[in-house]
């Protein structure tokens, strides 16, 4: 009940600055709208018509969101397949890198936003898993005297407290990509500790300060406002909390920028219209990867929403970033 309450206060609030026409109505209802050196985003052409970029098409804010659904519906059958070839599995490492970074401990609740089909939720339950299992060997092998029975007698129910403790929370806007994923869970029987949540970045269903670690991977270029997202990352997150986010940013290097963009050009849309018969939807990833801010401007934005210490590293030669911020 308070949830909602607060849900629908917050929404009334963005929307009357969403719809405030003159400078001061918009500097009350939005504090530090005018700080930074650039134009108040509330009064740029692009706010005054409400458009956005779907990919290189400049369409209606309105649009893009439910664009972008379609885009994810149409994707979520293939979407894993795709996903290997596409990235000729890279993916994988770069997830596995977030994992290493985040390097979370048993007991940590996670919120995986824009999580589609789960890699990232089950990527964390195995993390805690082996982390548990290091822990427990660490143990073993300081009990040198009892029997082996007893030391897993001991430790069993130990870990299995601990497990049940961590928790994974896939929220996502579409319901297709959710329901790849629980397929998986379930086939592999790694139900345990997670759950699936259909929700929008830039309006969480959650309550303040109730998650440990957020991640976002792959999902933040498809959200039309990405300063409420973050806004919102940084709301469910508690103090000490941390912020991390997988995103396709700009390759320094300008002969691997040349080659990649040929390759993503000219290859992922065949591959699209092959393996998955959508050629459009993958034109439409290529495309969103372009129109997404360079590693500075998006670390200036995490900033701006109040994170602390917030760094980036790039992978494959910043075809990827990882950015991460805390909530203090
Ligand atoms: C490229 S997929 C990434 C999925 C997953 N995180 C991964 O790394 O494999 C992008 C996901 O963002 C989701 N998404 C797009 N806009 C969203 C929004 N406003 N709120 C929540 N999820 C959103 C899409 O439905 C899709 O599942």
Same mark, same amino acid.
């Given at each position: 009940?308070?949830?909602?309450?607060?849900?629908?206060?917050?929404?009334?609030?963005?929307?009357?600055?969403?719809?405030?026409?003159?400078?001061?109505?918009?500097?009350?209802?939005?504090?530090?709208?005018?700080?930074?050196?650039?134009?108040?985003?509330?009064?740029?052409?692009?706010?005054?018509?409400?458009?956005?970029?779907?990919?290189?098409?400049?369409?209606?804010?309105?649009?893009?969101?439910?664009?972008?659904?379609?885009?994810?519906?149409?994707? *979520?059958? @293939? #979407?894993?397949?795709?996903?290997? !070839?596409? $990235?000729?599995?890279?993916?994988?490492?770069?997830? +596995?890198?977030?994992?290493?970074?985040?390097?979370?401990?048993?007991?940590?609740?996670?919120?995986?936003?824009?999580?589609?089909?789960?890699?990232?939720?089950?990527?964390?339950?195995?993390?805690?898993?082996?982390?548990?299992?290091?822990?427990?060997?660490?143990?073993?092998?300081?009990?040198?005297?009892?029997?082996?029975?007893?030391? *897993?007698? @001991? #430790?069993?129910?130990?870990?299995? !407290?601990? $497990?049940?403790?961590?928790?994974?929370?896939?929220? +996502?806007?579409?319901?297709?990509?959710?329901?790849?994923?629980?397929?998986?869970?379930?086939?592999?029987?790694?139900?345990?500790?997670?759950?699936?949540?259909?929700?929008?970045?830039?309006?969480?269903?959650?309550?303040?300060?109730?998650?440990?670690?957020?991640?976002?991977?792959?999902?933040?270029?498809?959200?039309?406002?990405?300063?409420?997202?973050?806004?919102?990352?940084?709301?469910?997150?508690?103090?000490?909390?941390?912020?991390?986010?997988?995103?396709?940013?700009?390759?320094?290097?300008?002969?691997?920028?040349?080659?990649?963009?040929?390759?993503?050009?000219?290859?992922?849309?065949?591959?699209?219209?092959?393996?998955?018969?959508?050629?459009?939807?993958?034109?439409?990833?290529?495309?969103?990867?372009?129109?997404?801010?360079?590693?500075?401007?998006?670390?200036?934005?995490?900033?701006?929403?109040?994170?602390?210490?917030?760094?980036?590293?790039?992978?494959?030669?910043?075809?990827?970033?990882?950015?991460?911020?805390?909530?203090?």
């Amino acid at each position: 009940m308070a949830a909602s309450l607060r849900l629908l206060l917050r929404r009334a609030v963005r929307h009357s600055y969403r719809n405030a026409t003159d400078t001061a109505a918009c500097r009350s209802l939005r504090p530090g709208c005018f700080s930074g050196p650039s134009p108040c985003c509330c009064f740029s052409d692009a706010a005054a018509d409400r458009s956005t970029h779907f990919g290189f098409e400049t369409v209606p804010e309105e649009e893009k969101a439910k664009r972008v659904y379609k885009v994810f519906e149409n994707v *979520a059958q @293939n #979407y894993d397949v795709m996903n290997d !070839a596409m $990235s000729l599995g890279i993916h994988r490492l770069w997830k +596995d890198m977030l994992m290493h970074v985040m390097h979370p401990q048993p007991g940590a609740r996670l919120l995986d936003v824009a999580g589609g089909t789960g890699d990232i939720a089950f990527r964390f339950m195995d993390y805690i898993r082996s982390q548990q299992g290091r822990k427990r060997r660490r143990a073993a092998r300081a009990m040198q005297t009892p029997s082996w029975q007893e030391i *897993a007698n @001991n #430790y069993s129910t130990e870990d299995e !407290a601990e $497990s049940h403790e961590s928790q994974a929370v896939v929220c +996502d806007i579409n319901k297709e990509m959710l329901k790849v994923g629980q397929q998986k869970a379930r086939s592999t029987s790694t139900t345990a500790g997670l759950s699936w949540v259909v929700g929008d970045a830039e309006e969480l269903p959650f309550d303040d300060n109730q998650f440990d670690l957020y991640t976002i991977a792959f999902g933040i270029r498809n959200v039309t406002h990405i300063d409420q997202a973050l806004q919102e990352a940084l709301r469910v997150l508690k103090p000490g909390g941390r912020f991390l986010c997988l995103e396709f940013s700009k390759v320094t290097n300008p002969v691997l920028a040349r080659l990649y963009d040929a390759y993503s050009f000219q290859m992922i849309p065949v591959l699209g219209e092959v393996i998955a018969g959508d050629w459009k939807s993958y034109q439409y990833l290529v495309e969103s990867i372009r129109k997404f801010p360079d590693q500075e401007d998006f670390k200036g934005m995490i900033e701006e929403a109040g994170f602390y210490c917030v760094q980036y590293h790039n992978l494959t030669g910043g075809v990827v970033a990882l950015h991460s911020g805390f909530k203090l």
